[in-house]
């Protein structure tokens, strides 16, 4: 099994979904957490760590230390979704007003992103296996989007996206190719931060990205970065069983690699699965699971949904050797209820408001975590 981790973004809020920003005052008090460039949203990260039983607690953990240290400041608590749901998108609320780098930020991107997602980690040791892990994930990224989407509203009312996070998110550089290399990743990186298209290695949003603790030169790790904010942590664990056992199979089978595997043009295959993948991330941002997608291998379209109950046949027998193959079954829920943003969707064609779909869901995450708080985590030490 290799080793994983989740940065997770998330607002604080009224428990009648107005968000609120308290970034300051969680940083100052609580270790573990982070500040974002806007104090609405806070972060904060899992250890690496490789057992999903260890996975789930250090993910409902830090939550319940925070829903205790809102309800001492006052009536706060944690809204679930990756938008501003319910408004306030007409400026930016600093949480650092002296760093430069957020001040850039918000200069040039504004409230776009103000948003609160997933980033999963996972340990990959060798740079050009890391790479090519990078690649096969950035072609079946859609598919992680398509599972998590949260974010069918902003500023009240419904968007015509089910991640307007992602369909709105400022992808940055605006073309990133898909990196042959370690070799190639270095020097298109160093070509960047020269040209100022990336502020610092940090500055590279894209869907995924090969990280480390010395960009772009040490790598360890793969960081998938597409994902909204997947409140249920039992999902979030099945997403990333997924994303753990379609990398276990890439590691194993070099062919796996999109730019042998794949029947694009060879000539101009690289730029075309580039192409076919924004395209992709564009349907996957709208429809999410039920977006028709082309799929990299030969450019065929396929229903997302389709094409994620595919892979989950295909990476089982990978999972089950593995000993993680039972956390991949809440995929089956999600492709047979839908995502969040389906989810709320439907309530709100019955009849619901948008205000009122975000404080029901807030009340039924907060009374989920509880409740694995108190039945598969040790009990919150004050």
Known sequence: ??????????????????????????????????????SRNVEYTTPPCYRYERL???????RARLR???????????????????????????????????????QTYGTRVVTASVHINVGIADPELLLRACRLIRVEAPLFLAL????????????GYHST????????????????????????????LAAGTMQNVRHLWSSVRPNGDRRPYSLNRLELRICDLVSDPISLLAIAALLEARLLQVLDDPDLDPLHRSQLSATTRAEDLITLTDANEIAASRLSLDAELNHWQDGS??????????????????????????FLLPLKKILREGNEAQRWLKLYHQGLDVRQVVQQAIRETEAQELALQDSLCQPLVA
């Open 1 to 38: 099994m290799l080793s994983k981790g989740f940065e997770i973004e998330i607002y604080t809020s009224t428990p009648e979904g107005d968000i609120v920003g308290l970034s300051d005052k969680i940083v100052a008090t609580l270790d573990g957490f982070v500040r974002e460039p806007d």
């Open 56 to 62: 789930l607690c250090d993910l409902v953990r830090p």
């Open 68 to 106: 205790e240290y809102l309800k001492r400041l006052g009536n706060f608590t944690l809204t679930p979704g990756s938008t501003l749901a319910l408004g306030h998108t007409d400026r930016f609320y600093r949480s650092d007003p002296a760093n430069p780098y957020h001040s850039y930020i918000e």
């Open 148 to 159: 998590s989407a949260s974010s069918p509203f902003l500023n009240g009312a419904v968007t």
């Open 165 to 192: 996070r992602w369909g709105l998110f400022p992808k940055t550089p605006a073309h990133v190719p898909l990196f042959e290399s370690h070799a190639h990743f270095i020097h298109w990186t160093e070509q960047q």
């Open 301 to 326: 379209p396929v229903q997302a949904r389709v094409w994620i109950e595919q892979l989950y046949q295909e990476v089982w027998d990978v999972a089950k050797r593995q000993g993680f193959s039972c």
